[in-house]
């Protein structure tokens, strides 16, 4: 068993697999096989029946893990592994695989689950058969009923109360109480809750009423703006109803989609959406969009013939309907198979309900945060203690510092902090287009490492574009030549490109509406509707085209005819036959060939020609169409059709596409296309938009990976720039095995197929108009416009509001910091209670609350997106942080303590000692605001900081508001305060100053230091 990487001509690089799997012993009757053994004691299976089977999983972990040799048992319903670590001296696989055997077959008959396994063909209703390899009449028997008269009463009861209704359970959508509920769980608020009940129990009923408001203050912020997205987000929803045609008691009538029941026959038309999973009876050129569910960029013909090469992936089933693909054109008819959750849509459905949403990386750094304060407020509480017996205070005394201390060590204003910084972030994103639904996602984009983005809808718009076309044995690029064409088209030379635009015209099923506007509307799918333009592009007039030559016939494509015919009556009496469809079968039918105006025999050589350059053209990742025509006045006959040319199109890449995969390059994000394409259509955009900036494209092809063990994916896909041919539950299982290796993950998507990858990630971002309603529901971010380009000013903006919440924290830090060295000092060279529980939480409210929102609103840096996204595995206070804050606390501190000193020495331990610590800490505090902006730029150096209007306010709100305490008598009782002499005043400020002075000192020698050691290491930039 080996993996293999082949170099492309491209220089793509196709991982592929030499199927040499060892599957057990008489693995053909044994319902699982054997996908990585090699490690003593420790084997995986895979076991299809598991797959999407949660109660089965819990099962068969529940009675292996019980048998004494087995130590763990592991199973996944999601890659439907199991993985058994064992004792090798006394238990043998092949034992354990007997072992397994049973089990499984214990269980063959249980249906406890309601979900559909992959059980082998099988005519029995308690399995899901392969329906797509039964005959249609198998089919019919299988649920007893007659395509002429449908289903008739009894049946639909009886089956109505087994299956149930064909509704699913959509992904949960936050009801306002839990959004609000969500506000009192994270662990800074919790914090603060066991502060106030501190409070409380020391009878500090005022501290503990300002802690509560304080928490209901963070509460109602977040929940107003999580509740102003999620009613957003609802307005981008689809609420419109559609009924279903349905044959039921010989009659064909219309109900609402969720009363199907398996076994109706339903009737499929141009335009509408498929409500169940269903097997075709009949079809008349019936083509899907399956994009949504599959990711297949391109619409598929539908057939009613059994399929005859073993289980084939959704993609694949031509003669099977999914709920939530659309009917582009034709008709069909169709028997239901299965409804709500037992769909394929159902599955998907399951996968996004049974996914976790995952911590992100603020809400982690800040819990170990939070974790670190509680338990040193703990210890520095008891150390308290322990110095209030050594000088023998008395009881309540000793309670009063513990309380302080506690109070002290946590900064109140953290979660009201961070809470409006991101509210406000979500606002400005909102401006742009951006809808954030939770506050904290915004953070995890600037912490982003890989963003995984779908293909069909995402990175292109999912609507074809004609780009190259071979005409007259003469290749045209269309868009580059369109002007030369255009000028060219009336003269004779060019009569084969003329008939080639009237053909794409004829032989199309396109709804041309002139009724809305000047310019013609288009209905039909993207193949079809680019014909149209390209007509419409080369100035054509195509109502008149089509008004000359009315349709006569049309026959559509079926299983053995991969092309479409239309007959037209021309002028003359002139019967005119176009032609479109699979440029080899096209070209069979042709004995001629229009060249420079002229017809003339399609020889072998020619026939070479074209072959030749269709194979070029599908290598370039293009749809390609065969076009041609013949006219004849007797006879609507094939046997004179003169060959025409080729038509390439494809999928239209997303405007700014291009410009988003270079900017994430130049971030440090690695971009990756995961996708249900085939390989080379893949390859092509991922080349074009710049995957790879080296040139050197990796691509990962499910198909060719179906039975890779999990290291060996593991290993892959760290370097995958694409996955092609992936399954939804793939591409959950691709953003899992990233997160799995401590990357950030962030998934783009809009379709069905992506919502549980979208929920898996980190972060899941969705397209607001386009998008699914089941992919904006689960998603954390909605881009309203679609406008990819608008996801860098989202990353910025993350980036932005992470490191100004970590500058801001910092600040907090080292206020709070300086708070409790000042009662641990005081208490230690015992001067007492420098400052009550009151005058701190004051201090912690409005000289550290105000500056520190102040610095939270710091402007983006410029070259903010220049640099890579920060660790997330990180604590978010490194020891660079810790030293520079300790410094900055105990300058703080020492100073406070001296003015506590001096009141002291004056007047004796009291108020009045601690209104000067009050008036020291609260001044340098609040002059330390100007400082905290950065660690090597002086405030005197103001040029190199980006102007922030809000930091100087902040500062003289700061000082005004202390004005209050201090002022007004009754307050100033409150606060344990009291009037200073004018001395005293001067002796405060002075102290304030010099904390000021020396914290800028220091960022000018850090500075010049800096200088001298980058020029040490870059002589060369220092000339000049």
Known sequence: MFVQAVE??????????????????????????????????????????????????????????????????KASSVTANVLICFDAENLSESALCEILENELSSLEDDHETGLVSMAPLSLSENRDPHWHLLEKEDVLAHWKVRLKSGLGDKALERRTQKYGQNRIHVAHVRTPVEILRGQFTSLP????????????????????????????????????????????????????????????RKVLEKIAPEFLVPGDLVWLKEGMSVPADARLIETQGLTLDESALTGESLPVVKSAKALRTGVSAIADRNNMVYRGTLVTGGSGFAVVVNTGARTELGRIQNLVNNTKNSETPLQRQTNQLTNVLIYASLAMGAGMVG?????????????????????????????????????????????????????DAIETLGATQIICLDKTGTLTQNLMSVVSLFVGMQEWDWKNDLTRIISDLNLPSNEDLLRLLHVSVLCNDTVINTQLGPHPKL???????????????AELDVVRLRANNPLIKTDYRTEDKSYMRTVHEGQNGVRLVAVKGSPEQVLKLCTKQIKAGKKVLLTKAARK???????????????????????????????????????????????????????????????????????????????????????????????????????????????????SRVAPSEKLKIVQILKSKSKIVAMVGDGINDTPALKASHIGVAMGKRGADVAREVANVVIMDDNLRTLLPAIERGRTSYDSIKKAILFLLATNFSETLLMI???????????????????????????????????????????????PNARIMDRTDFKRISSEAGLMAGLALVAFGAGTSRYGRGPRAQTMAFVT????????????????????????????????????????????????????????????????????????????????????????????????????????
């Open 387 to 439: 110095i209030s017996m050594l000088y023998g205070f008395g009881f309540v005394e000793t309670l009063q510092l513990s309380l302080s201390m506690t109070i002290a060590a946590i900064p109140e204003g953290l979660p009201v902090l961070v809470t409006i910084t991101l509210a406000q972030s979500a606002n400005k994103m909102r401006k742009r287009n951006v809808l954030v639904r939770n506050l």
């Open 609 to 723: 020609a074209i072959l030749e350059q269709n194979e070029k053209m599908g290598l370039s990742a293009l749809r390609v169409l065969g076009m041609a025509y013949s006219e004849s006045k007797d006879d609507e006959s094939e046997a004179e059709l003169v060959w025409l040319g080729l038509v390439g199109m494809k999928d239209v890449e997303r405007v700014g596409a291009r410009d988003l995969i270079r900017s994430l390059h130049e971030a440090g994000i690695k971009p990756v296309m995961i996708t249900g394409d085939q390989s080379a259509t893949a390859c092509a955009l991922a080349h074009s938009l710049g995957f790879a900036p080296d040139g050197k494209l990796e691509v990962c092809d499910f198909g060719d990976l179906k039975l890779m063990s999990d290291e060996e994916l593991e290993k892959h896909s760290l370097r995958a720039h694409v996955f």
């Open 921 to 1024: 800490l609260t001044s340098a505090q609040l002059l330390h605001t100007f400082s905290s902006r950065s660690v090597e730029h002086s405030v005197f150096r103001s040029a190199k900081l980006p102007a922030n209007k809000f930091i100087a306010l902040s500062v003289f709100t700061g000082f005004a508001l202390q004005c209050i305490p201090l002022a007004i008598p009754g307050v100033r009782g409150l606060f344990g305060l009291r009037p200073l002499a004018l001395v005293d005043w001067a002796l405060c400020g002075a102290l304030a100053a010099t904390n000021f002075v020396l914290n800028e000192a220091y960022r000018g020698v850090f500075r010049h230091k800096t200088s001298v050691i980058n020029m040490a290491r870059h002589p060369e930039q220092s000339e000049g």
């Open 825 to 871: 000092g005081a208490g230690s060279v015992g001067l007492g209670q420098a400052l009550n529980p009151l005058q701190i939480l004051w201090i912690n409210l409005i000289s550290d609350l105000f500056p520190a929102l102040a610095l939270a609103m710091e402007p983006p840096d410029a070259k903010v997106l220049k640099r890579g996204p920060h660790n």
């Open 8 to 73: 492309k001509a491209n220089g793509s690089r196709l991982i592929i697999r030499n199927e040499t799997d060892e599957f057990c012993s008489q693995t053909l009757h044994r319902p699982f096989k054997i996908i990585h053994n090699s490690i003593q004691g420790r084997i995986r299976f895979s076991v299809p029946k598991l797959r999407y089977d949660g109660k089965l999983k819990t099962r068969l972990e529940t009675k292996l893990s019980r048998l004494s040799k087995v130590q763990s048992v």
């Open 189 to 248: 608020i919790l914090l603060l809750m066991g502060s106030a009940g501190i409070s409380f129990v020391t009878a500090a009923a005022v501290e503990g009423g300002v802690i509560l408001s304080l928490i209901a203050a963070n509460a109602f912020i977040g929940y107003r703006t999580e509740m102003a997205a999620e009613r957003a987000a609802s307005l981008l929803e689809n609420t419109s109803l559609s009924t279903v045609s349905v044959l039921r």
């Open 523 to 537: 209905k039909v799918s993207p193949t079809e509707k680019s014909l149209v333009e390209m007509a419409l592009n």
